[in-house]
């Protein structure tokens, strides 16, 4: 569906996340949605076919700072793109204690937790398909990645006033004095 409102599409999604906080995904209906932003279902609708859709939103919402940052962590030259990384997570920073919320839901139609997983490992991939690496290595490099960098924002969750530059320099560390061994 052609989005037609961005401002209203991410109301929605703030509701989204507020109610996380108060209900189940699976309680949450359309109507408390279009309570919480004070908009009809049907400009709900204008946005989105169904709350699965919006979730997706969402979620990517949420990604799309994190993709960022954790190109900017696997470049190369980690002191150079420290000040990007920082700011990826300083934009992911307002919703990281909806990660855990996130990461349990489960629809008929969509896995969040399996769609960030897919979202990074191909991330992963393109990043460093560049360099002649085993692809067995890379698989499982790109597993050990994701599985430390979701450990990461859990952990930065449950700590929410961790600084975005701790949680960066922490990445950058983890990233260039272990896992990046794997690859040379």
């Known amino acids: 569906m052609e989005k037609q409102n961005p401002s209203l599409e991410l109301r929605l999604s703030n509701a989204l996340f507020s109610l996380l906080s108060d209900k189940d995904y699976e309680q949450i209906t359309i109507s408390d949605i279009t309570r919480k932003t004070k908009v009809a279902r ?20 949420y990604m799309i700072p994190f993709v960022a940052g954790l190109r900017n962590s696997l470049e190369l030259k980690p002191k150079d793109n420290m000040t990007r990384t920082i700011a990826a997570l300083s934009d992911i920073a ?22 960030i997983e897919n979202n990074v490992k191909k991330e992963i991939r393109q990043i460093l398909q560049k360099q002649q690496i ?3 290595i890379l698989e499982y490099f790109a597993s050990l990645y994701f599985v430390s ?13 961790v600084a975005p530059a701790k949680v960066a320099q922490l990445i950058h560390q983890s990233c260039y004095h272990g896992l990046i061994s794997l690859l040379n």
């Open 134 to 136: 085993d692809p067995a």
């Open 149 to 161: 960098l979701l450990e990461t924002q859990k952990w930065w969750a449950k700590h929410p006033k």
């Open 94 to 115: 307002p919703q990281i204690k909806f990660l855990p919320l996130l990461l349990s839901i489960k629809t008929a139609t969509f896995n969040p937790s399996r769609e």
């Open 42 to 61: 049907t400009t709900f609708y204008i946005c989105f076919d169904n709350k699965d859709e919006l979730l997706r939103f969402s979620i990517n919402r």
